[in-house]
């Protein structure tokens, strides 16, 4: 009897599913296994709220399993020890899982092929299961990834996607491989109070009414932070329950300019999942070091926590940091402005920031967090490191009547339009009745500050 191992790691759903459907169509049963890596607890910042996102996943998954006919099997300890033991004990010929851009992951897929190797199995890793374009696939004619998004879009596009498989009809499982029970979201502390679900069933419920109701406008509503009109997609692609490729060819029907600047979204995650794959340091270190000095010591110590407290005395970065542990995600626009007042405006190295949202993000991918920063820090693939986003500005021009500011910061509930992005500016009686912090720094000080350390005249 021939029997395949699927090891599931970002790709926590059944449709669309390159290495599910290679061991179903090989193999006379199949063992989809999942395994709590130790080592990925150990090195990575996340929080509950992704634990808590993942134990959802997983729950959701053994449903879609069973409906199948099988069910998820779960362990936890040393990967590659845990997949040799079940693969041994189901003596299983070949173990199919999706490839990882990591240096983490480079390095899983060779030590757990070794062992494998010396067992006498194979394994079989596939691409483009992440991502809607494999790492690697786009390159320039000088380099083994390109630097610049706009180029690699358009070769992205000429690239094209693999197309979309369906589920399968069946799953065989062996009866006697054990599972290990794992947690449940009620078991767990810490969570934001406002954490959406996991699942492969709530992602393709919220893609589909995306496509109804929200894609044909993402262009005009975007960047609105009140209008919170963005997909919400982000955690279920960090967690695979949605397919990258098959949300791709899904918009691709679409003609509106809503769904191909939805794709252009879509390209630039594989545009951050091929940067990382070829330079895996960027995880850690600068992609393209501008010598900085970053700030430390006492006062810089207590602008991060005030910054991360939401207590910065500049409403919008406020507004968007208590959203974050509020909810586990933060809006887009949120995300560029909160990363520039601290990387920028109070010259905070980027890692900190990076590491504070890796602990809330419930979508808190490497490769796209940490790049993402790098991007606003200018020590990623911004083609201009310098530029600075205004808070006041970015209030005003992406919440004009203060909507989003009153939402998170009650405590300015009662300042009407955009007297709300600027409350120092209000007369001192009027100012003391609210109870909400000055701003820790002056923007011209801290611009100042980033020029001169920049050396920018």
Known sequence: MHISVVLFTSDLRVHDHPPLRAAVTGADAVVPLFVRDRAIAELSDAGPNREAFLADCLTDLDRQLRDLGGRLV????????????????????????????????????????????????????????????????????????????????????????????????TVRVPDHIRSQPYPVREEMDGLSPGLAEGGESVGRALWKAWLRNGIDQYTENHDDLAGDATSKLSPHLHFGTLSCAELVHAARKRSSQGAADFVRQLCWRDFHHQVLAARPAAAADDYRTRGDRWRSGKSADRDIRAWQEGATGYPVVDAAMRQLRHEGWMHNRGRLLTASFLTKTLYVDWRVGARHFQQLLVDGDLANNQLNWQWMAGTGTDSRPNRVLNPVLQAKRYDPDGTYVRRWVPELGDLRGAAVHEPWKLPGKERARYDYPEPVVDLADGLGRFKRARGIE
Not at 99 to 109: L, N, T
Not at 111 to 117: F, N, V
């Open 74 to 169: 779960v362990r936890a300890g040393d990967l590659v020890e845990e997949v040799r033991s079940v693969v041994e004990a189901a003596d299983a010929d070949e173990v199919h899982m999706a490839a990882g851009v990591s240096r983490y992951a480079h390095a899983r897929e060779r030590r757990l092929r070794e062992a494998l190797e010396r067992d006498g199995r194979r394994l079989y890793v596939h691409d483009a299961v992440v991502t809607a374009v494999t790492p690697g696939s786009v390159t320039p004619a000088n380099s083994d990834h390109f630097a610049v998004f706009t180029p690699y879009f358009r070769r992205w596009t000429e690239k094209g996607v693999r197309a979309v498989l369906a589920a399968p009809r």
